[in-house]
């Protein structure tokens, strides 16, 4: 998928976006986005990024449910950033948002435009399939974290288990489209969500990927049934 597409699939349904994530997920996805940011736990003085963050769950995840004090965020569509900016004001009063900074950044995750070796932690969620050049992408987190900075990765994947595989394609290929329509109106973004699940397991040897980046991968964690995986990998 190009940058052009990705904001073609993504901005009609920033406004929507977070509403369909509950729904597709039955409310599993803040579970996941929690076990991520627990996973990495960044000190109170690191410095945290997450690339692709959408409307900004995860950075919000960080600073409810870990030590992180300071964390950037950052997405290549600005409709989307937009989102994650209403819904810091409308956090902005509670405890878990005291005594915190947020910075958001619109940049292609591949030339992010950031210094080198300025973050202790980067994350990305749900977002390295969509990005058109994952190898430049996972280049460019090497280039930001520090040495031995950590990395974590989100994203869907496969169940291992046939009948559940089967399953989980009938909901995903038949009942996720008509959800998706009647939530967000267009078909586009559902056939695109998937067709890149099943692109991204098919064609992905993502553990080959880390390492030629520059990553030692610590270990890889199948979440709920195998729908989605956690990655934490250290740079080298
Ligand atoms: C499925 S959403 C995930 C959002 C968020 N991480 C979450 O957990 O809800 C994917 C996000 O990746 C962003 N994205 C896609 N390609 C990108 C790229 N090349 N660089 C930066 N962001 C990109 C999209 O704009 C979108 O906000």
Known sequence: MNSQRTHFVFDPIADKYDRFNRLFSFGIDRGWRKKLVQMVQPHPNQQVLDLCCGTGEVVFSFLRHTLARTVTGADISETMIDFAQEKQIRFSSR??????????????????????????????????????DR???????????????????LEFSLPAHPLGRTLYGFYLHRLVPRLGKCILGAPEPLHYLANSIQGWHDEANFAAELDKAGFKLIRKTPLTGGIATLWLAHSR
């Open 95 to 132: 405890p878990w948002m005291q005594n915190k900074t947020i910075a958001w950044h619109v940049c292609d995750a591949a030339q992010t435009g950031l210094a080198p070796g300025s973050f202790d932690v980067v994350t990305c969620a749900f977002g390295i399939r969509n990005v058109p």
């Open 135 to 153: 190898q430049a992408a996972l280049g460019e987190m090497h280039r930001l974290l520090k040495s031995k900075g950590k990395l974590g990765i």
